[in-house]
C-alpha cells in the first residue's frame, strides 16, 4: 500500500486518545486525527519525528491523520486501520501463504454476535473467517499484543472459536507495523484474560498467524512469516 503524501513533523502531545498537536517542518502548529484506540506504548512520546497525511475534504472536522512514528530509529504504522489493507493485499498477492486457494475475498462482513470479521474467505466447500489486529507494542526485546486491556479484542478471540465449533475455519492473524525485527508474543501482563481466552480457543483450533511488515516513506506491505509459540 503507498501512502498519500507524508508531511514530517514532530510530536507535541498525544491526548483524548484519538489527537495529536504537531509541529511541521515549515513551522506550523496543527492537530491531527489519531487512528488508533490504543495505549501507544512505546510507538509514541513527545519530540518523536512523526508523519502526517493530508486530506481536504470539508466534511473532516481535522484536515491531517497521523500515520507514522520513529522511534530509536524505527519506523511505526500507527494508523490500525493499515493492517486490514495490507492483509487484504498480501493474501490477493500470495505474501500470506497460509491463506490461499480461496475463490471469495470479503471484507467487513456481519458474523458471530452482532460483530463484523475482518476478512471471509470462501470456496465451494468452505469458509475462512481472518480476524486482523495491528501489533505497534514493545517490551523489552519483543513485540507484543496487546498494547491495553481489549475486552473487544476477547470478544472476536470467542466468536472465532465458536466459527470453528460451526465446522469453519478460524485465522488470527497478527500484522507487525513496525520495522523491528524481534519476535512476538502475548502481552499477558496487560491483559491476563485475553491471553487466557487466546490459549482456549487456539487449543480448539483457532489458528495463529504473525507477519511482518515492512516499512518506509513511501510505502508499507506485509513482508513475511513471524514464527510465534506459545
Given at each position: ?105 470479503k471484507p467487513e462482513q456481519k458474523y458471530g454476535k452482532n460483530s463484523r470479521i475482518d476478512i471471509l474467505l470462501e470456496n465451494e466447500n468452505k469458509k475462512c473467517y481472518v480476524e486482523i489486529k495491528s501489533v505497534t507494542l514493545k517490551i523489552d526485546e ?89
Amino acid at each position: 500500500m503507498n501512502f498519500d503524501k507524508l508531511y514530517k513533523g514532530r510530536l507535541i502531545k498525544r491526548y483524548k486518545r484519538f489527537l495529536a498537536d504537531i509541529i511541521l517542518e515549515n513551522g506550523e502548529e496543527i492537530t491531527a486525527h489519531v487512528p488508533n484506540s490504543g495505549a501507544m506504548t512505546s510507538c509514541i512520546e513527545p519530540n518523536c519525528e512523526v508523519w502526517v497525511t493530508f486530506h481536504d475534504n470539508p466534511k473532516r472536522k481535522l484536515k491531517y491523520t497521523l500515520e507514522l512514528t520513529k522511534m530509536n530509529e524505527n519506523l511505526i504504522c500507527t494508523n490500525t486501520t493499515v493492517a486490514n489493507k495490507i492483509a487484504i493485499e498480501a493474501i490477493k498477492n500470495g505474501t500470506i501463504k497460509e491463506l490461499q486457494n480461496y475463490t471469495s475475498l470479503k471484507p467487513e462482513q456481519k458474523y458471530g454476535k452482532n460483530s463484523r470479521i475482518d476478512i471471509l474467505l470462501e470456496n465451494e466447500n468452505k469458509k475462512c473467517y481472518v480476524e486482523i489486529k495491528s501489533v505497534t507494542l514493545k517490551i523489552d526485546e519483543m513485540l507484543a499484543f496487546p498494547d491495553a486491556i481489549t475486552s473487544r479484542g476477547t470478544k472476536h478471540l470467542i466468536e472465532l472459536s465458536d466459527m470453528v465449533k460451526e465446522g469453519h475455519r478460524a485465522v488470527m492473524l497478527y500484522v507487525i507495523q513496525r520495522t523491528d525485527q524481534l519476535p512476538f508474543r502475548l502481552a499477558e501482563e496487560i491483559d491476563k484474560k485475553y491471553a487466557q481466552t487466546f490459549k482456549e480457543v487456539t487449543k480448539n483450533a483457532v489458528e495463529v498467524l504473525v507477519y511482518q511488515s515492512n516499512i518506509n516513506l513511501e510505502k508499507i506491505e506485509i513482508e513475511k512469516r513471524v514464527d510465534f509459540q506459545l
